[in-house]
DNA sequence: TACCCATGGA
DNA sequence: TCCATGGGTA
């Protein structure tokens, strides 16, 4: 038996709407700890990390673990239709081969539930090591979508290299050359405009800027984005979900084999 | 010699955003009474029915009973090109085979008038017999049209079934189940987000939900909607329009052929 | 399926 | 006036 409430609905709506257009199908992990879940993106070059931390719940109830296999386009298609105010229930018997949503709108007097039929999947847990990152960048995470989008419009891929000073992500394209450079500012009065750069040595890697974008649909769920480079590991996108865990998008640096592909600073 | 002079002029507009999607086109019927449609819908399974009265408009000439055709995306293209806050007046004379549509800003500065040519349409104009309703159901227009949109992500049927306790709107597809429960709420402080059900007996019936959802182009007309609903009847969805009349669709209910189809809340 | 634009609400 | 959402287009 499985009872998850989330007070916040809109929380997993955002969710699914971040991982939705990367991967089809993965299985959710529940477990006295949380709900999460694993997966590859659908060309098995990114993965995503979700965690749900059980605490976050306002009713937290898994009686065993438990791995359920959803379609993620089916599974958005339902959370759609819970109001963004709503309280979300998810419900799954022992058993049973099928998930209930049940979305409460707050003045409790509209109750839907949505039931969806679960899916066999090959699940691929890879265990994810935790590791040393040369540089770690935390800045707006609007900013960096709307630094990701723009290149886009340049070029395929984007390098991120980290100094003290701070950021930088260039492209190269047909058409020209792109650099936009981040200083590190802590000074600003408001948290959430800060760009904070901790950096153990200089670090600079290309990434396909179509994983990049994809990435960013986990904008809306925070503030502030992670970004945790390391030569020769994947880059780590991490958004945190307030009081609950995190979405965390994993992609390998492309290897550098061309200079002049691989220097689009120019 | 007909002269219909409208204050608020953005109200036949809604009215016929609210109607051509439905319908192409239709005789509006003018009389001392007011001014009316009532139209089959291009497919000939739903009913539009209009009423403006006399008493709505600012000024109201209309010598004799007269039947205008029109075809309903062209009157729609001309009265888009009216502002919201216009007042529109339509005159028509005697014998003319056009009819004028004069825009006047809220400030006088600009008088615009669009002619357009009428059509001789068969007009079927079927008697509505009153009726007695098994179960009629105010609720706020907004949320119906939330409900119908929603289950139509997931099937191509409502089944709306009336209790005491509250109204269900129900439907299956590939993807999953979906009931929908409205309980009465009359208690509010907010008159226009009151759900009210008056029940004689309950009532359960099946609804396309592709003409659900074009009914629901009226919902700019009223914040409420009544749905009344009769065994073997047509469902009637009515939206009043302040001050001077409505706008009901109706639909006829599928006939229940099998019970795995008819009973989506599984 | 993903991006862009237009529209409606806060 | 700005933001978010939904519909249309590529």
Redesign the pocket.
């Known amino acids: 038996m499985l009872e998850l409430r989330l007070v916040q609905g809109s929380l997993l709506k955002k969710v699914m709407e971040a991982i ?3 991967v089809n199908d993965a299985n959710f992990d529940c477990s006295a700890t949380g709900f999460s879940l694993q997966a590859m993106d659908s060309s098995h070059v990114a993965l995503v990390s979700l965690l749900l931390r059980s605490e976050g719940f306002e009713h937290y109830r898994c009686d065993r673990n438990i791995s359920m296999g959803m379609n993620l ?1 089916n599974m958005s298609k339902m959370l759609k239709c819970a109001g ?1 105010d709503d309280i979300i229930t998810i419900k799954a018997d022992d058993g049973s081969d099928t998930v209930t949503f049940m979305f409460e709108s707050p003045t409790q007097d509209k109750i839907s539930d949505f039931e969806m039929k679960l899916m066999d999947i090959d699940s691929e847990h890879l265990g994810i090591p935790e590791a040393e990152y040369h540089a770690i960048v935390r800045m707006p995470s609007a900013e960096f979508a709307r630094i990701c ?1 723009d290149l ?2 340049i070029g395929d891929t984007v390098v991120i290299s980290v100094s003290k000073e701070g950021v930088k992500f260039s492209t190269r394209g047909d058409i020209g050359t792109a650099n936009i450079v981040c200083r590190q500012n802590t000074t600003v009065d408001k948290p959430e405009e800060a760009t904070i750069i901790e950096m153990n040595e200089p670090v600079s890697l290309t990434f396909a800027l179509r994983y990049m ?2 990435f960013t649909k986990g904008t ?1 769920l925070s503030n502030m984005v992670t970004i945790s480079l390391s030569s020769e590991l994947p880059v780590v996108v991490e958004y945190k979900i307030a009081e609950m865990g995190y979405i965390r998008f994993y992609l390998a640096p492309k290897i550098e084999e061309d200079e002049d592909e691989t220097r689009p600073q120019a």
Chains 1, 2 share one sequence.
Do not use: T
Request: aromatic fraction near 0%.
């Open positions: 939705k257009d990367l386009n963004n989008k886009s419009s974008n994809s809306p």
